[in-house]
């Protein structure tokens, strides 16, 4: 999550290049803006807030909401969902980041098989879209295709007030590729 008063505001669905756009975007903001990063799983802040709880937990009220353009990266819910529960499984038992957070901790309890990982999954979203969950379609986001984010890129930095395009900070992909190999692929 990464908001930008009276401007711009990032909703981070999980596993959809949002810690890549919140760092890349933070970086080029910090000096000459005003800007709110929710980084942690912390009670007040975190990483994936939907766009209620920032409204609620930021106290912006119905004026400022007008003006602010909401962005969410839009994913492959099944891409999503396979990718969290090898993040999950890498886990092991350090879920101390977690604490703040009871979602999470119903999907620890169930990451031993990505049957009962995914169930949880369609639980917690109780019907919606990730997208539709995180951030309803009442709120007028911007959903940018996950596979379109560096065609959409430029016009996203504009919307969010940077200066210039920097270039979006990737992930270490070989990190990923490790972790990867670590768990076998689920089947559907």
Not at 26 to 36: F, K, M, P, Q, T
Not at 67 to 92: C, H, M, N, P, T
Not at 96 to 124: C, M, N
């Amino acid at each position: 999550m990464l908001y930008v008063p009276n401007k711009f505001l990032f909703i981070h669905i999980p596993r959809s290049a949002g810690n890549a756009v919140t760092r890349t975007l933070a970086e080029e903001l910090v000096s000459h803006r005003d800007i709110v990063v929710g980084t942690s799983h912390g009670a007040i802040l975190w990483r994936h807030m939907p766009v209620w709880a920032v409204y609620k937990n930021l106290q912006i009220g119905a004026a400022e909401r007008q003006r602010i353009q909401i962005v969410v990266i839009k994913r492959d819910e099944d891409e999503v969902i396979r990718s969290d529960w090898r993040l999950f499984k890498a886990i092991e038992g350090d879920i101390k980041q977690f604490e703040h957070h009871p979602f999470y901790h119903k999907l620890i309890a169930a990451r031993e098989s990505y049957g009962a990982f995914r169930q949880t999954w369609d639980v917690l979203l109780d019907g919606k879209s990730m997208v539709d969950w995180w951030c309803p379609p009442q709120y007028w986001p911007w959903v940018i295709p996950y596979e379109q984010l560096d065609d959409h890129w430029p016009d996203l930095c504009k919307a969010a007030g940077c200066e210039s395009v920097p270039t979006l900070l990737r992930t270490d992909f070989q990190l990923v590729e490790v972790k990867r190999q670590r768990f076998q692929e689920p089947t559907t």
